[in-house]
């Protein structure tokens, strides 16, 4: 006989982002749907009930929030969390003046290659729990740093026992035996690689950036994965103008990922998919490599769905804090509070096009994000404290 699960109120909320604009009032984050002095119900995974604390229904257990913000869990739609080592000194070297160049993914390359099965996902779960510890609920990540066929298809195994958003990136960089080759590369890429990986990934990814693969190479590698069912995303304008941007919204592409050098046609293309291609902007990488910071305010000005996330790797942005992405979008990318926590909700959840996740309503993910603080706006207006007083992954309280 089967009994019902159980259910548990959360009140005592000052301040409920719920991500739905029928659910707060107009004059306060009008996409955050703010509910003041709130309560939520969750039964079993799924959210049952948002509201004013003083209509909650009757529930098993009670929560008492204190007086905190409740947020959806972050989003973390790109990371790169299956690898071995760590770059510490390319990271000093390049903070004493040295440029960041795609060809430091070698080096992860090689020790990723020489770390066994068990290694690479105690990294991973390492990773995870400490992404989790900071709010964060949902994470993509993807392969990347193998580049043979066997090291790629064990990148993506293991992701895929953490994570059903995993992404096939064979094509981060040319592999080095292949250097003197490149079309030999992607050919691997888009066959006998992409025969032993489709099966354990949702998505398929391409570097197509100077130094990785250029248009003509992103196009075969990307139309191959989506001829194998697999939903394209790129690594787009990351270090330079280029056509990774165009390229994304011409295939249909979940999100053009960086985008830091875009021209008025990038934007443009962008703006007119609809929110079909989200900007996923990575504050993280341009933190830890001193490049210009992406113009947020231009993207969402022109009506660009934008999200964040924060790029998580050994090289160019080794941090797994959503908080912290908000708060240098805030700071430094011409986002308002508002609208970074949108992008790190939200936002993720567009680019990896679930609406179980990034929202509070009901019948939602019951992934909930509760801050000791009073409102979201403390994200970016105490940056670096740590603010997170409780996370609920899929209605368990895991911290």
Avoid at 228 to 242: D, K, S, T, W
């Amino acid at each position: 006989m089967s009994t019902r699960p159980t259910t548990t109120v959360i009140d005592g909320i000052t301040h409920l982002v719920t991500n739905d604009p029928s659910l707060g009032p107009s004059d306060d984050g009008p996409r955050l749907g703010v509910i003041r002095d709130a309560a939520v119900v969750i039964e079993g995974d799924r959210v049952v009930w948002t509201g004013a604390s003083r209509n909650a229904p009757a529930a098993d257990d009670r929560v008492d929030a204190r007086g905190g913000a409740l947020l959806p869990g972050f989003v973390d739609s790109h990371t790169h969390l299956v690898f071995a080592g760590d770059r510490t000194e390319e990271f000093s070297a390049r903070m004493s003046g040295r440029p960041y160049t795609a060809g430091g993914i070698r080096t992860t390359v090689a020790a990723t290659r020489a770390a066994t099965e068990a290694e690479l996902e105690a990294n991973l779960v390492r990773h995870l729990r400490e992404a989790l510890r900071q709010g964060t609920t949902t994470v993509e990540t993807k392969s990347g740093y193998g580049l043979t066929v066997e090291d790629e298809a064990r990148s993506l195994r293991v992701a895929a026992r953490h994570t059903s958003e995993v992404t096939y990136l064979g094509a981060h960089v040319v592999a080095p035996e292949h250097a003197g080759d490149p079309a030999a590369y992607v050919d691997l890429v888009t066959g006998e690689m992409l025969d032993a990986c489709a099966p354990h990934a949702r998505w398929i990814d391409v570097f197509c950036e100077r130094g990785a693969f250029d248009g003509d190479q992103a196009r075969a590698v990307l139309t191959a994965g989506r001829d194998r069912g697999l939903i394209p995303r790129v690594h787009a304008n990351q270090l330079g103008h280029g056509p990774g941007v165009r390229l994304a919204v011409e295939l249909g592409a979940a999100s053009a990922d960086h985008c830091t050098h875009l021209t008025d046609a990038d934007v443009d293309a962008l703006a007119s998919s609809a929110g079909r291609t989200v900007a996923t902007l990575l504050p993280g990488a341009e933190f830890s490599t001193r490049a210009p910071w992406p113009d947020a305010r231009r993207l969402l000005d022109a009506g660009v769905t934008v999200a964040l996330s924060t790029d998580c790797n050994p090289g160019s942005s080794y941090t797994s804090s959503m908080g912290f992405c908000v708060a240098l979008a805030v700071r430094d990318m011409g986002m308002t509070p508002d609208e970074a926590v949108w992008a790190a909700t939200a936002g993720g959840a567009a680019a990896l096009r679930r609406a179980d996740v990034g929202r509070i309503t009901p019948g939602a993910r019951a992934d909930l994000l509760l801050l000791d603080a009073p409102s979201h706006v403390h994200l970016a207006y105490r940056p670096g404290v740590p603010l997170v007083a409780g996370v609920w992954r899929g209605g368990v309280r895991e911290v």
